[in-house]
């Protein structure tokens, strides 16, 4: 059987917020107000999702 | 029979919201992620655990968007959509990749594991 307790999301939200806080992070989690109504256009959908390979590929180096 | 077509219009383009909701939240919690990951310092074992736990939401984000079944949309907007979808696609087994990196780092400094957040 697994004893993996889920923690809530409320809780990994602000634990999150704290640890990135003393690390002097930038962790904004609120989405900017008006990018919550809108879903934004595929082609802007893919060149983020491209953005995210660059940067993947880049830690695969490291 | 326009009915049934308003019908399927309609489903469509609840589909390619839905793709686009997911694709949203992917990369709004992957992108922070990897803000974190691309400075991370390798013995800092709770930022990564952050870093994962993050990653892991963006997974199960792009899970979700990758799951929706996009075969029956047509158009130009169908051969997007399903571009995205397979762009999200390579993105979900580089994050699982780099998620399984940074908690192999962590097995390997040594973890006092109190907040289980990696099933």
């Given at each position: 059987?697994?004893t993996?307790?889920?923690a809530?999301?409320?809780?990994?939200d602000?634990?999150?917020?704290?640890v990135?806080?003393?690390?002097?992070?930038?962790?904004?989690?609120e989405?900017p107000?008006?990018e919550t109504g809108?879903?934004?256009?595929?082609t802007?959908?893919s060149?983020e999702?491209?953005?995210l390979s660059k940067?993947?590929a880049q830690l695969?180096?490291? | 029979i326009m009915?049934?077509?308003?019908?399927?219009e309609n489903t469509d383009?609840d589909?390619?919201i839905?793709?686009?909701?997911h694709?949203?939240?992917s990369?709004?919690?992957?992108?922070?992620?990897l803000k974190i990951?691309e400075?991370?310092?390798?013995?800092n074992?709770e930022?990564k655990?952050i870093?994962?736990?993050m990653y892991?939401?963006?997974?199960?984000e792009?899970e979700e968007?990758i799951?929706?079944?996009?075969?029956?949309?047509?158009?130009?907007?169908?051969?997007?959509?399903?571009k995205?979808?397979?762009?999200?696609?390579?993105?979900l087994l580089?994050?699982?990749e780099r998620?399984?990196?940074l908690?192999?780092?962590?097995?390997?400094?040594?973890?006092?594991?109190h907040?289980?957040?990696?099933k």
């Amino acid at each position: 059987s697994t004893t993996t307790i889920t923690a809530p999301e409320n809780q990994v939200d602000s634990l999150m917020q704290q640890v990135a806080d003393e690390a002097g992070l930038e962790l904004n989690m609120e989405l900017p107000a008006g990018e919550t109504g809108s879903v934004g256009t595929a082609t802007a959908a893919s060149t983020e999702q491209d953005d995210l390979s660059k940067r993947l590929a880049q830690l695969r180096q490291m | 029979i326009m009915d049934n077509r308003d019908n399927d219009e309609n489903t469509d383009i609840d589909l390619l919201i839905k793709q686009r909701q997911h694709h949203k939240k992917s990369f709004d919690i992957i992108s922070r992620a990897l803000k974190i990951d691309e400075k991370i310092d390798d013995q800092n074992i709770e930022q990564k655990r952050i870093v994962i736990e993050m990653y892991s939401k963006g997974i199960e984000e792009l899970e979700e968007g990758i799951g929706i079944d996009l075969s029956g949309v047509t158009g130009e907007e169908g051969e997007r959509a399903r571009k995205l979808q397979l762009k999200m696609n390579n993105n979900l087994l580089m994050v699982r990749e780099r998620r399984e990196r940074l908690d192999c780092m962590n097995r390997i400094y040594g973890q006092s594991s109190h907040l289980p957040f990696y099933k």
